[in-house]
Structure formats: C-alpha cells, structure tokens
C-alpha cells in the first residue's frame, strides 16, 4: 500500500488564510526539474477524477489533497500515483511551500473564498467552472488576479482546450459555414443528480448542487461550457437574456431547477439557446453551431459538418488538415476528423504548460469570468422571469 501523511489542520474548509505564504508558485520556472507540485483542493466526483489524468501527465505530480469528508479525501489519496498529503482544511495547503498550484473543485459557493486567498498565498490555480458565484466575487477575483499578474490563473471549461473544439472555431471564424445565425445547445440527461448521503447532517455539503445558496444549478455545472464556446466564438457578449425553468418532475426538495431553457440575444444579433433536461436524455449533449452555408453540431469528442444545399455525400478537405476526402456519415453529416487528447487532460496539459512557460491559457481568468456573468444573468432571468441585461460594469470589469 501507498503511503500516505495526513496533515491534521482545523477549521471549516471555507476559513481565511492568515498568513501569507511566499511565491511559491513563482520560482517554478527556475525549478531544474520542471515539476509541477499541484494540490487538489475538494475530491469529489469531479476533482478526485482529475487525479488519474494529473497522473498521466508528465511535468505534474499530485503532492496533496484536500477534503473536509473523510471518505473522500480518502478516496481522492487512492487515486494518486506516490505520496500525497492529505489536508481537511485547504489553508494547510496554501501554507505549505511545496505546492505550486492548486486545482479547486470544491462547491460552487466556495470557489472565490479559496482562490483569492491562493492567489495571496503564491499558488497557480486551476479553478472548475465555473469560475465563481455572483457579480461581486467576480469582480472582487478579478481585482485580486490584478494584484498578482505573476501568477497562472485557468478556468476549468475543458473544451475550450480541446484541440477539435479549437479548429473548430477556427474553421468558423475562416467562413466554414458562412455567417453565423444561430446556436443551439442542449445538455440532457435522465436521472436526478442525486448523491448517496451517509448521514442526513450531509445532505446539503453530498447534494449541494441542489440547493441555491451554494450551486447555480444545470446552469453553472452543465450550459456554463457551452455558453463560454458562444461567447469564444462570436468574441462578445449577450447583451440580454430570457428563460425559464422549473422544478417539474424532481420533486424531492431541492431548489435548483431540474430542466432550463434559456435564450442569450448577442450584439451582433445572432442567438444562442441553451436547454438542460433531467428527465429525457435524447441526444444527451449537442453544440450546433447554424451559419448560411451550413452548420457544425459538435458532441464531447466529436464534430460533424452539414453544408447547406446538396452535399453530393464527399467533400475534400473539410478538415483543414487530413487532406482526404470525406463520406457522409449517414445521419451524422460528415465527420471532422482531429486528433486530440481528451479535452480535461488536455486543459490540465495546458495548464502545466502555462506555468512552465509563463504563458496566458486560452481559458483564462477573463474568459471565465464572462462565461460566470452569462451564468448568473441567466439565473437572474429564470428566478425572477424577467429579462436580464448586460451592464456596461461588466465590461469594465472585463477590462
């Protein structure tokens, strides 16, 4: 068996750090071995399925882990290849000067309280979108990062690191399917995001998802990815929003709504719909991106383009890159073929490359944070069913 050292720190996960650590994170790129020492802070689902990823990854190694519930810091430990740390309290790995960089992926509520306080602290941070909840956080983070332009700082929307989504867009933006007029997104599932609970006293820290104080809902965990691509590809932001949603077929307590439909109205004129079910998984997830001379729907890993008109079943070189030519795959349009790591590893590659090379990543601080403003319009739209509009302090913010 692995060994593994517990640190006992006390505190609640969400407590203020009180010390400032040194810059760490800093003096990585005069590290002569070119590691990445990177804690992972909440090692749920989504930040103890990271580890097996940062495991692969060469220049990465996971030196902790950190989880106020036992049973799953334990868990995320397991998952690491040598020794981690393992911490209850995050401030013990903001403290401890081994630590480089730190991915967040604690609950949604608590995203802002710990990044700022690494970034303090001399930590590069990988924080899982999205980025944090509610305009003041956004804009306090943003403040704080300008204070430490020294330090890495990536937003978790994976597919804004994938190398076919990247094309993808390049493609669009090259004319591929003309002008664009229209995104349709959806992201359905059948099944009630549920977490077992151990104990009652755990219900809302297992489900916090389900409860307004700490989530954002289908919203902020689903449509958040999609809407970031719209805002990527179209290169502004939705000058108004409208939705609705409900509570229609889950009716077990939560406050989140189970299904949302949302539409974001863009400068330019073109609009996005963003749709996320809980009852009805067809076609599970879907990006179609709709111009006047076709159409690209792109799924988690995959691409299809549908010219407008007669396909005459072979197009040459719709890749860009192959050079082949092209069939149609029968209810699919024809296949975009790119070569590309799955799009967490590739954005936690991306990551590490950053800060070996001391560059910007293409899902940055401010990207995230235009993707976290949408999110929260949209649920301003839906809980009060009014329309949400854009500020120009948002722009301000944004810089």
């Given at each position: 068996m ?12 969400v ?5 400032t ?8 790129l005069?590290?002569p071995?070119?590691?990445?020492n990177?804690a ?11 580890i097996?990823f940062l ?6 190694r996971?030196s902790?882990c950190?989880?106020t ?8 430990l ?6 981690a740390?393992g911490y ?17 992926a ?31 956080a ?5 403040h704080?990062?300008?204070q430490?332009?020294?330090?890495i700082f ?9 190398r ?10 090259n ?6 007029t229209?995104f ?9 995001w549920?977490?077992p ?36 590809v179209?290169?502004?932001h939705?000058?108004e929003?409208v ?13 989140t ?9 863009y ?30 729907i ?13 396909p005459n079943?072979?197009?040459?070189d719709?890749?860009g ?24 590893k ?7 490359d950053?800060i070996?090379n ?12 235009g993707a ?17 509009d854009w ?7 944004l810089?």
């Amino acid at each position: 068996m692995k060994r593994r050292n517990f640190v006992k720190t006390s505190g609640l996960a969400v407590a203020g750090v009180t010390t400032t650590a040194a810059l760490s994170g800093f003096n990585i790129l005069n590290n002569p071995n070119r590691t990445v020492n990177i804690a992972v802070i909440g090692t749920g689902d989504r930040g103890s399925g990271l580890i097996p990823f940062l495991n692969e990854i060469e220049g990465i190694r996971v030196s902790a882990c950190c989880d106020t519930l036992p049973f799953r810091l334990e868990n995320g430990l397991k998952k690491v290849n040598g020794n981690a740390k393992g911490y209850k309290d995050y401030r013990g790995v903001l403290d401890d000067k081994n630590i480089d960089a730190i991915l967040v992926a604690v609950p949604f509520s608590e995203h802002a309280k710990i990044e700022m306080d690494a970034l303090d602290a001399g930590k590069h941070i990988y924080g899982e979108k999205t980025l944090v909840k509610g305009y003041s956080a956004i804009k306090e983070l943003l403040h704080k990062k300008n204070q430490h332009k020294e330090l890495i700082f990536q937003t978790g929307h994976q597919y804004h690191s994938s190398r076919l989504y990247t094309e993808v867009v390049q493609m669009i933006k090259n004319g591929k399917i003309g002008n664009i007029t229209a995104f349709e997104s959806q992201w359905n599932r059948n099944g009630n995001w549920r977490r077992p609970v151990p104990d009652p006293s755990l219900e809302k820290l297992i489900n916090w998802r389900m409860y307004r104080e700490y989530s954002g809902g289908l919203t902020a965990e689903l449509c958040s990815h999609q809407i970031d691509f719209a805002n990527w590809v179209l290169e502004e932001h939705p000058k108004e929003v409208v939705g609705l949603g409900g509570i229609n077929y889950w009716k077990d307590g939560r406050e989140t709504y189970d299904n949302i439909h949302l539409i974001y109205n863009y400068p330019s004129g073109v609009k996005a719909t963003f749709q996320c079910l809980t009852s009805n998984a067809k076609d599970d997830y879907q990006i179609k991106v709709m111009g006047d001379k076709g159409t690209i729907i792109l799924g988690y890993t995959n691409a299809w383009f549908y010219p407008e008109g007669n396909p005459n079943k072979e197009v040459g070189d719709v890749d860009g890159v192959s050079g082949a030519t092209l069939q149609w795959e029968d209810g699919k349009g024809i296949p975009i073929h790119i070569s590309h790591n799955d799009p967490s590893k590739q954005a936690l590659m991306d990551f590490r490359d950053s800060i070996l090379n001391g560059s910007e990543p293409i899902s940055n601080l401010k990207t995230g944070a235009g993707a976290a403003i949408c999110v929260q319009m949209g649920l301003d739209a839906m809980y009060s069913k009014t329309k949400a509009d854009w500020s120009p302090e948002y722009s301000e913010w944004l810089g």
